[in-house]
């Protein structure tokens, strides 16, 4: 390190010592800088990251946070500014040690950063505890609840964290309350059990394929793919003409595998792995499911709910099982006539064209693909072309551009990331200032990288200690195939959705303009009310405004044609009941077993298998275990919460008619962006959704847009 940069650090470690209380006895100067974890930078230091800071951190973050509880406790004044301060002053710590142990976790998985994060989990988890229990932090709250002096956004950060020491037990005592900490603590290691397994489980599974006779059917560049992925989890040599090649559960190999093969046995195999996955040792989540169920609902008990879905929801717009149960009954009626008739039209097509075996689960995705080609005269593969990720991302951009009038340009440089493929953009605003980043992370990496997609705050928006502005910063991680050789990779439609999905998620977090940090963004915003504006985005799309500058063939660059995009339109219908009541039954099932469900009497299996038959029409397979790797509610936040997905997509379907009655042109995309901007995203968490809702639409919502966008409405 040359000498005027050590002087640099110096002086940024000492501001950091002095402003922020980093150090405070804890370490010298020398530790902070050997331990990444620890330096207070607002962009983590993610190469340089490994599970041995983790304990050291936890260590200083656990001391640092006795620190300021003492602190608060010896205080006398009641005053939002010092109470907060204080508060703000932890929740900064824990952002800055935990989220990137959580995030390397889910995108850079081994086997010795995962007992460490395990073990850091049940203390954060405890640390919440700890200051949402404290009894003088809880009087003073109290307090303020009453001070009407605050401003709105005050009040309200005062009611989340006062929901927020009632959910955590702060009216209990003594073994009660140790009770319900115990509580916490299993659970905690249990979910990153559920996790592991799951993880594990779905890497275990490799379908080899090195002979012509098991390809047929599989088009060229997803062989491409799949060699491509045998020679990088197996290491041995592999081309997309003579294989090997490699199948596995991730979306990326598994949902074309079950398009297109035409080895009906193979597929038998591959779908049957990918329903039990974690339901055999050693990798068995049967055991973990019954004890989770019987845990929440003991925690809940002790706080004075019937059962765990009351207490999730007494803070959730849905507000009670009553409400939720009547949005997936008003559902259910629309879609589940249209789905015994799908079934019928599939299976007849089916046997008409030369399946003369009985229809099973495996042939489903198989026939589905070959009638929407011929119905709808749309081949997937052939559609993916016309969707190379930097087209679409680059006409996302665009989009983005028009409706909030802002600029994304990447600037990864000097920027530490965890993968080689992972790009940093930063966001200015129309005059030019730079309001926030974020991170993306593209690409499938089964060997250790969790699937799915998602976005994570990195930093939220708030003002330091110091009194300086910290701008937001965000991750968005998909699973998109890999480019092969020198093509760029290319999506098929759900990966397109799944774009505009998550850049939903990553403008509410973006574009606040809350200062506070447990309220901007995403942050303190109602779960059912989480995915409203990653649900709208999706609806732009498929405009004639829009598709133009997200498509562009591979190979010409042409965009998408026009008859193409009609029957693109016309997919989007397709079989869209089943897709609906698919959706319903995890909502039920996720509902009902946190309901009147008894985990020590009832059988998970048993209630999973008579929801299945009420929402699809029929029962599952015999080894259906679907609950084993639902991640969703036993190892994320989405317990209790599933129903969220069609709950957000009623309230979004209903304000997207907003940019409908302005227009999509370049002046209604401003004026309805301008109004979606300062009035959804500006708010962040600081306000109830139904609050913000009211103030875009002027009115409550209601479910006949989305009915109608599925072309479920009756004449």
Same mark, same amino acid.
């Given at each position: 390190?040359?000498?005027?940069?050590?002087?640099?650090?110096?002086?940024?470690?000492?501001?950091?010592?002095?402003?922020?209380?980093?150090?405070?006895?804890?370490?010298?100067?020398?530790?902070?800088?050997?331990?990444?974890? +620890?330096?207070?930078?607002?962009?983590?230091?993610?190469?340089?990251?490994?599970?041995? =800071?983790?304990?050291?951190?936890?260590?200083? +973050?656990?001391?640092?946070? !006795?620190?300021?509880?003492?602190?608060?406790?010896?205080?006398?004044?009641?005053?939002?500014?010092?109470?907060?301060?204080?508060?703000?002053?932890?929740?900064?710590?824990?952002?800055?040690?935990?989220?990137?142990?959580?995030?390397?976790?889910?995108?850079?998985?081994? !086997?010795?950063?995962?007992?460490?994060?395990?073990?850091?989990?049940?203390?954060?988890?405890?640390?919440?505890?700890?200051?949402?229990?404290?009894?003088?932090?809880?009087?003073?709250?109290?307090?303020?609840?009453?001070?009407?002096?605050?401003?709105?956004?005050?009040?309200?950060?005062?009611?989340?964290?006062?929901?927020?020491?009632?959910?955590?037990?702060?009216?209990?005592?003594?073994?009660?309350?140790?009770?319900?900490?115990?509580? %916490?603590?299993?659970?905690?290691?249990?979910?990153?059990?559920?996790?592991?397994?799951?993880?594990?489980?779905?890497?275990?599974?490799?379908?080899?394929?090195?002979?012509?006779?098991?390809?047929?059917?599989?088009?060229? %560049?997803?062989?491409?793919?799949?060699?491509?992925?045998?020679?990088?989890?197996?290491?041995?040599?592999?081309?997309?003409?003579?294989?090997?090649?490699?199948?596995?559960?991730?979306?990326?190999?598994?949902?074309?595998?079950?398009?297109? %093969?035409?080895?009906?046995?193979?597929?038998?195999?591959?779908?049957?792995?990918?329903?039990?996955?974690?339901?055999?040792?050693?990798?068995?989540?049967?055991?973990?499911?019954?004890?989770?169920?019987?845990?929440?609902?003991?925690?809940?008990?002790?706080?004075?709910?019937? =059962?765990?879905?009351?207490?999730?929801?007494?803070?959730?717009?849905?507000?009670?099982?009553?409400?939720?149960?009547?949005?997936?009954?008003?559902? =259910?009626?629309?879609?589940?006539?249209?789905?015994?008739?799908?079934?019928?039209?599939?299976?007849?097509?089916?046997?008409?064209?030369?399946?003369?075996?009985?229809?099973?689960?495996?042939?489903?995705?198989?026939?589905? &693909?070959?009638?929407?080609?011929?119905?709808?005269?749309?081949?997937?593969?052939?559609?993916?072309?016309?969707?190379?990720?930097?087209?679409?991302?680059?006409? +996302?951009?665009?989009?983005?551009?028009?409706?909030?009038?802002?600029?994304?340009?990447?600037?990864?440089?000097?920027?530490?990331?965890?993968?080689?493929?992972?790009?940093?953009?930063?966001?200015?605003?129309?005059?030019?200032?730079?309001?926030?980043?974020?991170?993306?992370?593209?690409?499938?990496?089964?060997?250790?990288?969790?699937?799915?997609?998602?976005?994570?705050?990195?930093?939220?928006?708030?003002?330091?200690?110091?009194?300086?502005?910290?701008?937001?910063?965000?991750?968005?991680?998909?699973?998109?195939?890999?480019?092969?050789?020198?093509?760029?990779?290319?999506?098929?439609?759900?990966?397109?959705?799944?774009?505009? =999905?998550?850049?939903?998620?990553?403008?509410?977090?973006?574009?606040?303009?809350?200062?506070?940090?447990?309220?901007?963004?995403?942050?303190?915003?109602?779960?059912?009310?989480?995915?409203?504006?990653?649900?709208?985005?999706?609806?732009?799309?498929?405009?004639?405004?829009?598709?133009?500058?997200?498509?562009?063939?591979?190979?010409?660059?042409?965009?998408?044609?026009?008859?193409?995009?009609?029957?693109?339109?016309?997919?989007?219908?397709?079989?869209?009941?089943?897709?609906?009541?698919?959706?319903?039954?995890?909502? &039920?099932?996720?509902?009902?077993?946190?309901?009147?469900?008894?985990?020590?009497?009832?059988?998970?299996?048993?209630?999973?298998?008579?929801?299945?038959?009420?929402?699809?029409?029929?029962?599952?397979?015999? !080894?259906?275990?679907?609950?084993?790797?639902?991640?969703?509610?036993?190892?994320?936040?989405?317990?209790?919460?599933?129903?969220?997905?069609?709950?957000?997509?009623?309230?979004?379907?209903?304000?997207?008619?907003?940019?409908?009655?302005?227009?999509?042109?370049?002046?209604?995309?401003?004026?309805?962006?301008?109004?979606?901007?300062?009035?959804?995203?500006?708010?962040?968490?600081?306000?109830?959704?139904?609050?913000?809702?009211?103030? +875009?639409?002027?009115?409550?919502?209601?479910?006949?847009?989305?009915?109608?966008?599925?072309?479920?409405?009756?004449?």
């Amino acid at each position: 390190m040359r000498r005027w940069e050590t002087l640099v650090w110096v002086f940024v470690v000492t501001l950091l010592t002095a402003q922020l209380g980093w150090a405070q006895g804890m370490r010298p100067v020398q530790y902070l800088a050997r331990n990444p974890l +620890l330096r207070g930078a607002v962009l983590p230091r993610y190469d340089e990251i490994s599970h041995e =800071h983790v304990a050291a951190a936890m260590e200083h +973050l656990r001391n640092f946070a !006795d620190k300021k509880i003492a602190a608060i406790e010896q205080d006398d004044s009641t005053d939002f500014a010092s109470l907060f301060d204080a508060l703000g002053g932890i929740n900064l710590y824990l952002s800055k040690i935990w989220r990137p142990i959580e995030h390397l976790h889910m995108v850079r998985s081994d !086997d010795d950063l995962r007992p460490v994060h395990e073990q850091a989990n049940q203390q954060i988890e405890t640390l919440r505890s700890q200051v949402a229990q404290n009894p003088v932090i809880h009087r003073k709250l109290l307090a303020l609840e009453k001070d009407q002096s605050l401003s709105a956004v005050q009040r309200h950060m005062v009611k989340l964290r006062l929901d927020t020491a009632r959910d955590l037990g702060v009216a209990l005592a003594g073994e009660a309350q140790a009770r319900f900490n115990a509580i %916490s603590e299993e659970l905690a290691a249990l979910a990153a059990r559920f996790a592991n397994n799951s993880l594990d489980a779905t890497k275990s599974f490799q379908l080899i394929l090195r002979d012509e006779s098991e390809i047929v059917g599989l088009p060229a %560049s997803f062989l491409a793919r799949a060699a491509q992925n045998y020679a990088q989890v197996i290491g041995d040599a592999a081309s997309a003409e003579a294989g090997p090649w490699l199948i596995t559960l991730d979306l990326p190999s598994y949902k074309p595998f079950m398009e297109y %093969s035409e080895r009906r046995d193979l597929r038998e195999q591959v779908y049957r792995a990918a329903v039990s996955i974690a339901a055999a040792e050693p990798f068995d989540n049967t055991p973990i499911i019954t004890r989770v169920l019987q845990l929440r609902n003991e925690q809940a008990r002790l706080l004075g709910f019937p =059962h765990h879905a009351a207490r999730v929801l007494s803070t959730k717009m849905a507000g009670n099982v009553a409400r939720v149960e009547q949005l997936l009954d008003e559902l =259910h009626a629309a879609g589940y006539p249209r789905l015994i008739e799908e079934r019928r039209q599939l299976r007849a097509y089916a046997a008409a064209h030369g399946n003369h075996k009985q229809f099973a689960e495996w042939d489903v995705s198989y026939w589905e &693909r070959r009638m929407m080609e011929e119905q709808i005269d749309l081949d997937p593969e052939s559609l993916r072309q016309y969707f190379p990720l930097p087209r679409v991302f680059d006409g +996302l951009r665009g989009l983005l551009g028009k409706l909030f009038g802002i600029s994304i340009e990447e600037n990864t440089a000097g920027v530490q990331v965890w993968h080689p493929d992972v790009k940093f953009y930063q966001v200015r605003d129309a005059d030019g200032t730079h309001i926030a980043s974020f991170y993306f992370d593209p690409y499938s990496r089964p060997q250790n990288k969790s699937g799915g997609a998602w976005m994570d705050n990195c930093n939220s928006r708030h003002v330091n200690p110091a009194g300086g502005l910290e701008i937001p910063v965000c991750h968005v991680v998909t699973n998109f195939s890999p480019p092969t050789g020198d093509k760029p990779a290319v999506l098929d439609m759900l990966e397109v959705r799944t774009l505009f =999905h998550e850049f939903g998620h990553v403008m509410h977090e973006l574009l606040t303009t809350v200062d506070y940090g447990e309220v901007a963004g995403t942050v303190g915003v109602e779960w059912d009310a989480i995915e409203i504006p990653s649900n709208l985005f999706e609806n732009f799309i498929y405009l004639d405004e829009v598709m133009p500058t997200i498509s562009g063939h591979v190979e010409s660059g042409d965009p998408l044609p026009a008859e193409m995009l009609t029957r693109l339109r016309q997919l989007k219908r397709f079989r869209v009941a089943s897709q609906l009541q698919r959706q319903i039954f995890y909502g &039920r099932i996720d509902l009902q077993l946190h309901t009147d469900f008894d985990p020590n009497t009832q059988s998970p299996l048993a209630l999973m298998r008579k929801l299945h038959t009420e929402a699809l029409a029929q029962p599952p397979l015999d !080894d259906y275990r679907f609950l084993n790797s639902f991640r969703h509610i036993f190892a994320g936040s989405y317990h209790v919460n599933y129903y969220s997905y069609e709950w957000s997509k009623v309230l979004s379907a209903d304000a997207f008619e907003l940019f409908k009655e302005n227009g999509f042109d370049a002046e209604g995309l401003r004026l309805s962006g301008s109004k979606y901007r300062d009035i959804v995203l500006a708010a962040g968490g600081s306000r109830p959704a139904a609050d913000i809702f009211i103030e +875009l639409r002027g009115r409550l919502p209601s479910t006949q847009p989305l009915i109608e966008s599925y072309g479920l409405l009756e004449e």
